[in-house]
Structures are given as C-alpha cells and as structure tokens.
C-alpha cells in the first residue's frame, strides 16, 4: 500500500486519536450501508492494535450506453457487455487518520494491468493528500466508480467500446469479464417481471429463463415441459427457443448449402432449466444428430456388427468396415458389387418419383448410384403411367361385378358391361337395377341423385338440327342445364335435374328426344345400348 511518510501517528495528542476512532467508525459504517451488497460486502477488520485494514468493493459505472463492445485482440472479435468486474479498494487507516495522516491504499482487479492498477492507486493517494484533515473513502470509492474507466482510458463513448490493457488482454481475463457480465445479467433479470411467451401470464424473472442468444425469455415451468417434450420424443432439432421468430425457414443462401439456420441448443446452456439425466439423453441424442448429418456415415450392414462407417469421400460408392473389414456398397448395403454395376432397384416406382423431385445434387447422387439411363427411363414410365390413371380416372369405371374397367365415350352416367351385362354408375360405381336403372339419379337422397348427365360430353353435329346446343340459349332454373351463347363444338351439361320434359325439350329445341319412364329426357343417341 501507498502512504504519505511525512506524517505519523505520533503528531496526534490522545483526545485527537479518540475523535479519529468515531470518524473511523462513523466512516466505515457509513460505507457498509451504501456500498456493500451481498455478493460483495465491505470488510472491515481491526486485531485491537493499529491500523484498521478493510476491503470496498466498487462497480465502475459505465454510462448511458447499456451495452458496450469489448474487443478481444486474440480472438479479432468483440462480445456484447453490460458491466466490468468490480475493482477492490484495500485501505489501512492508521490510528492518526483522518486528522494527521492519510489512510494506505492499493487497487485490485485481475482485468487491470499492473501499469492500471499503479495509476489509479497512485491518484486516490493524491486526492487523499489534496484533502488533509477530513474523512477521504467514500470521495476514492465515487471516484472509482464514477470517473476511473475514463482516467484509465478503458472506455471509447464515440464507439461505445471497452479497450483492455494490451497486458491482460488474454482470453483468461476476456473469459472472466463475460462470466461476471452474465452473472450480472442473471442478478438484473432476476428481479424483471415478464410475460412468458408459453402460458402468457406475468411471471418473476427468477421463475423465468431467458435465451441469451435471442433474449426471449419464458417461464421454467413452461420451458421444462417443452424441452421435456421434444427430448423425449428425440425432436432434437425443436430443443431451440420457442419462438416463432427463432424458428425461422433456412433462408434461401443456407437452404442452398443445406444448412439449417436453426441450431439445437448446446446441453450446457439448459443444465440449470433440466435434470441431469434428461440433459444426458439429449447430448447423445445430439451426438447421433450430428454423426448423421456427416454425408458419409453410414453403418456396417452386418448385423452382428453395426460399426459405424465412413466412406472415403474419394470413393463413390465402396466402404470398407473399421470393425470387421466387411465391403460393402455405400448406396443399396450390399456386398460390395464392384465399380461397373449400378445398384439394385427395389421399387423402381418410388426411386423415380424421389428422383423426379430432387434437386441437381441429390440427382447427381442417384445417378451415380443407379445410373442416369435407367433414371429417365423410370421417370419416362412414371409420367405415362400418370397420364393413363389420370385419364381413366376420368373416364372409365370399373364394373363392379367382374372387375373388367369400362369406358364411357359419350352420354348419361348409366353404363352396362360389355362383358358380364352389369348395369352401374359410372360415377360412383354402384350397382344398378336392370329393370329400373334411372332410380339411382332420380331418388332423392340417392348419392347421384341428379346426376345422371354429370361430366357427359355433347356433340353439336347435325343430329341436333340447326337450333341445337350452338345457339343463344336463355338460362334456366337452377340445376338446369346451361348453355351460354359462345358455346362451341362441345357443351358439357352438369348437374341437371328436369322436372318438365316438354321445357327440357323446348328449351333444347331438339326434336330426337325420347322420355324415359322415370321422367328423364334424354337425345335418342345418348342411350347406351352395349
Ligand atoms: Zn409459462
Ligand atoms: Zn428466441
Ligand atoms: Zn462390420
Ligand atoms: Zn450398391
Ligand atoms: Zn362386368
Ligand atoms: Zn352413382
């Protein structure tokens, strides 16, 4: 410690060190209330002989700014801080302070440089001198607090940035500095209230967890049973903040290198939130997570052995097992089956629409895996294949007692096989009565109730005469059929329901009309007679 040798105790008369004993008392109690807190209490200890030594721990205050950039020269970076560790104050107080002698100081703070800690004691022995004769600690602690970062150069106000001695300027100290900036954090955000983004009710930051990536902050009951959840259902990729807004797409630059923009959490970041057993299955979930995403791991076909297996990124499809020296094919698992043959195609329908919708680097992979040849063959059959489903999905039926699928040309919904002589629906399939077919459109309730016409494709040729589905047609009720005026070759009449023939066949102007028992009217050509 530093003191001023030109005074000592022994100027002070006996009634001079009785007053200097109350100062010293009044002084140091007076630090107790305003500077100690319980993390950091001001100690204070006397062996009954003098001097009085005692410890004041001292926040330097930093300003306005509520975060500070602290640049880390070894790691070329800076990290985002609140607050610096406190600076100890050491003080000894002779028996003859303050009314001869001033008290011994010494500054302490692992973040400061000896040259740092030099300066600043060597200014609070000068202000002590500067003020002989009255109590001097708390001007050095308000001193410390409130002008020392700016006297030592530490903080730049222009760029908001806190600049280390290059002597400690070590990842040690940067380490230390954050630690106590996160415990700081913890200490203000204990105390916060917030609305928890889960259960949405108000809730005491000490009952809380706040993400320190995002600053989203829930409840731990809520954020428990979350992370509990998506644990125990291996949703590795949901253990993240619950946000919607930290759960964002991949946008399109890491889509394109396939990277997810969504990271698991790291286990340690949760060790306060969750049980140490569930912490343990969630790293070995994430362990496996991550051995997956390696584009060559796989594993050693061999039952008996199972070892995991990288392919050598030079080889295109061998892998050899670590374990057992097994050969075997990277893509389809089996015995390795040399350079020349593509691997065997299980279902070759479903390796051709996985291959029509990859992108050009997961087709490259297929290719090399089952050949491009054999791929656009595939995809070529799938399309017709499609084609031909699509189409008789459109327009045949299968009979439903012989199976054979009938096509319908043109015409009502009543088919008869030309097989087996069933009469159905071409609509929904269902059997119909030979006697009476028609029931089926003409029964309300009936699921085709109506719908004898439904889908049925109209020619306008010259059975219809020169008033037919070509002209000008006014429209009808509702359920009718429709017939706008620019109607060409083709009229497609849907969902008629005709309760009058004569206005059905006025309304046509058609005279080859014929009137079925039921009621329904129908053009003569329409009716199937196979
Ligand atoms: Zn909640
Ligand atoms: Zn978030
Ligand atoms: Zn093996
Ligand atoms: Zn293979
Ligand atoms: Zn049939
Ligand atoms: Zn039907």
């Not at 200097?20 to 062996?47: G, H, K």
């Not at 602290?70 to 985002?80: A, P």
């Not at 809520?222 to 959840?229: E, G, N």
């Not at 269902?430 to 016409?453: A, D, E, W």
Request: net charge negative.
């Amino acid at each position: 410690m530093t003191s001023n040798p030109a005074t000592s105790e022994m100027d002070a008369n006996e009634s001079e060190l009785a007053a200097n004993a109350a100062d010293q008392i009044d002084e140091l109690e007076s630090l107790r209330a305003i500077f100690s807190s319980d993390s950091e209490p001001v100690t204070v200890s006397w062996n009954g002989v003098s001097p009085v030594v005692g410890r004041v721990s001292v926040r330097i205050q930093l300003g306005d700014q509520t975060e500070w950039s602290l640049t880390d020269d070894g790691n070329k970076m800076s990290h985002r801080i609140r607050s610096l560790p406190p600076v100890s104050l050491l003080f000894a107080l002779p028996s003859s302070y303050p009314s001869h002698a001033p008290p011994s100081l010494a500054v302490t703070a692992d973040w400061l440089s000896h040259n740092q800690r030099h300066l600043l004691t060597n200014h609070l022995v000068s202000i002590a001198s500067n003020s002989p004769n009255c109590p001097i600690l708390f001007e050095l602690v308000c001193f410390i607090q409130s002008e020392s970062a700016q006297f030592l150069g530490l903080v730049d106000t222009e760029s908001n940035t806190i600049s280390l001695d290059k002597d400690c300027n070590d990842s040690n100290t940067i380490e230390s500095i954050l630690e106590h900036d996160r415990k700081h954090r913890d200490q203000l955000f204990a105390n916060e209230t917030i609305t928890c983004g889960i259960c949405l009710d108000s809730k005491l930051g000490a009952n809380s967890f706040r993400f320190s990536t995002c600053g989203h902050a829930y409840c731990k009951v809520c954020l428990v049973d979350y992370f509990t959840i998506h644990i125990t259902e291996k949703n590795v990729l949901q253990v993240t903040c619950p946000s919607s807004s930290c759960k964002k797409e991949p946008n399109a630059a890491s889509r394109n290198a396939s990277v997810s923009s969504v990271q698991p959490l790291p286990p340690h970041t949760l060790t306060a939130l969750l049980p140490a057993p569930l912490i343990e299955k969630y790293e070995s979930l994430l362990k496996m997570h991550d051995l997956l995403q390696k584009p060559n791991l796989t594993y050693c076909p061999r039952q008996t052995c199972q070892a995991p297996t990288l392919k050598d990124p030079d080889e295109e499809k061998l892998c050899i097992c670590p374990e057992c020296s097994y050969a075997f094919c990277f893509f389809c698992n089996r015995t390795w089956h040399g350079y020349a043959a593509y691997c065997q195609i299980r279902h070759l329908s479903v390796v051709a629409a996985e291959y029509a919708a990859a992108d050009e680097s997961k087709r490259s992979v297929m290719e090399i895996k089952y050949g491009k040849k054999l791929l656009e063959k595939a995809i070529r059959e799938l399309e017709e294949d499609k084609l031909n489903s699509a189409w008789m999905k459109d327009n045949a039926q299968a009979c439903p007692n012989c199976r054979v699928m009938v096509q319908r040309s043109e015409g009502c919904c009543h088919m008869t096989c030309m097989t087996c002589g069933t009469h159905f629906c071409f609509l929904c399939g269902q059997h119909l009565n030979k006697s009476n077919p028609y029931q089926h459109y003409n029964t309300r309730g009936s699921s085709c109730y109506g719908k004898l016409f439904e889908g049925a494709v109209i020619r306008n040729d010259a059975a219809f005469g020169e008033e037919g589905f070509g002209g000008d047609n006014e429209p009808v009720a509702d359920g009718g059929i429709r017939n706008g005026p620019n109607v060409g070759e083709e009229a497609v009449a849907v969902g008629n329901e005709v309760d009058d023939g004569i206005e059905f066949q006025d309304f046509l102007g058609v005279d080859d009309f014929v009137v079925e028992e039921q009621g329904f009217v129908m053009p003569a050509r329409w009716r199937r007679t196979q």
